[in-house]
């Protein structure tokens, strides 16, 4: 939990820094425009993603993109572009920045019995984008100090808690309470009106967002603390009130739980997330003492077994969900890295073409198929595959070692070359890289597109040894037939 808490605290502190930055070009506050909050939006966005704070794992992406954008999609008039993100953390919140960006905390996502329950939370944030009150409260702001500002939007952003408050001691807190650091009553009544107008029009249960609310109370006493939705999102059993009227009055009919679907494999997917491996053991055998045969945590239970290092468990596993399931490809495709990684090759080609040619963008199984390509002797195919990756996967250090082991066996010496050398250039060894470089420069004629792209990577490494710089062709073969 310190390691935790330490490097959110990190993020919080990168995050405030760029808040004042930003705020610092502005000599004055009296207006926060569309673009100002674009620029805000975007700036905190890009923080995240160097801080690794946001989950990578597409399936994932992909699925809170997609209930976020059934939301949106059914907007009469949109002030910004929405973007989707999930926070791997474990507190249980969500909120909205500047500019339409929605963050989800993994936490939240494993807390929500029904989509319908999560499309209500994105709901009420696209609320507030669309009522602009972050900017309401920076224009209000005239007379905060630069720093107090920053730390009361990164209180808005982050959630507060003890994590936020180590990550922003430094800062003027003193002059920092003469705002708040949640939404007002009003701010949350006109977010949860319109929010659940946008959840209703697209398509789920209005009921949702009052069953979510009742779920987040009872976590509260349970847990005995407050979620970190609540230090944002005031007035717990006023909201539950007033959202219930609405429900009554304006939105009597039912709507859907479920649209995009599959809510369990994601909290599955999330629970794999979690690097404590033993912790996720526990939950998946938790899981299954009550339904021994539920898909999700079968498939769940097998990749931690073999994460865990007890194979024959694992692969036991694996067998038994794919006999409830058998066309499930997350399934199939483990399955198949399974096979890999217990130095069976020849057994995963199988289960991992499958997915590959189901799914031709699922990268992951287009990296371990490459790999078993490799392992199995078949280097044009490994070659093929590699080939045909977009970036950035394409220059994933992997794929670049990979692919020079398959093009030293096929013979093709100055793309192995080529490819070590992007390979140690992402290992941060730069004397290996630049050796591969240079003896790459053998393989192409000197004035070739490829020569040329040698050429820019020597010099983008910052070659000074003369040595390493590209020679006349004639001077390299002689050197190397009088040695």
Known sequence: ????????????????????????????????????????????????????????????????????????????????????????????????????????????????????????????????????????????????????????????????????????????????????????????????????????????????????????????????????????????????????????????????????GHLKRIQTLIQLDDKDQERALKHFQNDLRKNPSDVDDLYGLAVTLNRLGRNTEAMETFQKVLSIAPDDMDVIRDLGICYYQLGQADKAIIPLKEVVAAYPNDVEAALYLGKVYNATGNYSDAIKLFNTLKPPISDDADVHYNLAVAYGKTDQAGWSHYHFAMYFKKKRRFDAALFHLKAAQLSFSEYSPMAEKIETEIQSMGAKDKSLQRKPRDSVLHMKSSE
Do not use: C, W
């Not at 207006?31 to 989950?55: C, P, Q």
């Not at 209930?67 to 919140?93: E, K, W």
């Open 1 to 260: 939990m310190e390691q935790k808490l330490t490097g959110m605290n990190i993020i919080i502190q990168v995050i405030v820094a760029v808040l004042i930055f930003l705020l610092m070009s502005r000599p004055a506050l009296a207006e926060f425009t569309i673009e100002d909050e674009n620029k805000v939006g975007r700036e905190f966005y890009e923080e995240m993603v160097k801080s690794h704070a946001l989950v990578e794992d597409p399936r994932i992406v992909n699925y809170v993109r997609a209930v976020g954008q059934r939301i949106t999609s059914q907007l009469p008039i949109t002030l910004f572009d929405f973007h989707f993100s999930v926070i791997r953390s474990s507190a249980v919140n969500a909120f909205a920045t500047p500019g339409g960006y929605i963050y989800v905390n993994s936490g939240l996502i494993s807390l929500v019995e029904k989509e319908s329950q999560l499309a209500g939370v994105m709901s009420h944030e696209t609320g507030h984008i669309q009522s602009r009150h972050i900017a309401q409260m920076i224009s209000k702001s005239q007379k905060v100090s630069i720093g107090s500002l920053a730390a009361i939007l990164a209180g808005a952003f982050l959630g507060g808690g003890s994590n936020l408050t180590a990550g922003i001691a430094g800062f003027s807190m003193a002059t920092a309470t003469s705002l708040s650091l949640k939404y007002s009553r009003e701010n949350e009544e006109e977010a949860d009106r319109k929010g659940m107008g946008f959840l209703v029009k697209a398509g789920y249960d209005p009921q949702a967002m009052v069953d979510f609310m009742k779920i987040m109370k009872r976590y509260e006493y349970f847990s005995n603390t407050i979620p970190s939705y609540f230090l944002t999102h005031p007035g717990t059993e006023d909201r539950i009130a007033y959202l219930d009227s609405l429900r009554i009055t304006t939105y009597p009919s039912p709507g859907k739980d479920s649209i995009v």
